[in-house]
């Protein structure tokens, strides 16, 4: 059997302060002049806040194809709807992940008129075989997602393996992991992750050192660290305080991108069909 090969840091990123929907304040850290793109994952939104003015106007209905988009509240409550009925609340601990396909109009807004909104959006992309899929969610509360403790290190599980538990997301066209982890001081945690996959690490609390030995680097709050290629990443937490990250990774699909908003297709004019078909209320 091969030794394990760890992955190291690629490069570090650093998020932009930017505004969507109707003007909620949020950092755009995928989707933005240093990281357009790190394939499959298209954009990463990190939204976190006590003041209700940032966020209280939320995302009113928009359009979406050929992608999926993955929310996960860490705190706040937020109320989503579509045009094809679907409804629902997803609150602190909970997760969408919602397949766009061949199209959907949905809102996000939020469930509370103050108090602190936090989480993450991630925009993943489809092959080109799935873009027209018909739209589905995977929704899950807090209680359906496994939460393991080893060594004192929390893992909550959204997608993937960790210790023999697995995530209740599914995807086959690009097999995504997605943890979020709690390093006390000190503490460290390692996970294995399928060579070839494109993987990152965001710090949202904290710092972490990735790596192994002298070959080791530290990824500062809210900050992204690409990871380098290799079969398992070693994550250390902060020597002082608890640092808390997202670990995701997914296999890349190597396939043209061809994406303009809310719309992510393979070429030119299967874009312009896009807007065609939502300008004709066809989604």
């Known amino acids: 059997m091969n030794a394990p090969s760890p992955r190291g840091i690629a490069c570090l990123v650093r998020g932009l302060p930017t505004a969507d929907g109707a003007g909620v304040k949020l950092t755009r850290v995928i989707g933005q002049p240093q990281l357009p793109d790190l394939d499959p994952f298209l954009m990463l939104d990190e939204f976190g806040t006590d003041n209700p003015d940032d966020y209280i106007a939320g995302f009113p209905d928009h359009p979406h194809r050929g992608f999926e988009t993955v929310t996960y509240m860490i705190d706040g409550r937020m109320r989503h709807r579509d045009n094809h009925g679907h409804e629902g609340v997803l609150e602190p601990g909970g997760v969408q992940w919602m397949t766009a396909g061949s199209g959907i109009v949905h809102s996000e807004m939020p469930e509370q008129q103050s108090g602190r909104m936090?989480?993450?959006?991630?925009?993943?992309?489809?092959?080109?075989?799935?873009?027209m899929t018909p739209p589905r969610y995977q929704e899950f509360a807090r209680e359906q997602i496994a939460q393991l403790e080893i060594h004192g290190v929390r893992v909550k599980v959204i997608a993937g393996a960790v210790a023999g538990s697995v995530g209740p997301v599914t995807q086959p066209a690009t097999d995504p992991t997605y943890l979020d982890i709690e390093l006390?001081?000190?503490?460290?945690f390692t996970q294995a992750?399928?060579?070839?996959?494109?993987?990152?690490?965001y710090a949202y609390e904290g710092e972490a050192r990735i790596g192994v030995g002298d070959k080791a680097d530290t990824v500062h709050a809210h900050e992204l660290a690409v990871l380098t290629d290799?079969?398992?990443?070693?994550?250390?937490?902060?020597?002082?305080?608890?640092?808390r990250v997202i670990l995701v990774a997914g296999r890349p699909l190597r396939e043209p991108v061809a994406k303009y908003g809310p719309?992510?297709?393979?070429?030119?004019?299967?874009?312009?069909?896009?807007?065609?078909d939502f300008q004709n209320g066809r989604f």
Request: proline share 5%.
């Open 193 to 201: 992750l399928p060579s070839g996959h494109a993987a990152f690490v």
């Open 184 to 188: 006390p001081a000190g503490h460290e």
């Open 118 to 131: 936090r989480g993450f959006q991630l925009w993943i992309n489809l092959p080109a075989r799935d873009k």
């Open 230 to 243: 290799g079969t398992e990443v070693r994550i250390e937490g902060g020597a002082k305080t608890r640092t």
């Open 263 to 276: 719309f992510v297709m393979n070429t030119r004019a299967e874009l312009m069909q896009a807007f065609e």
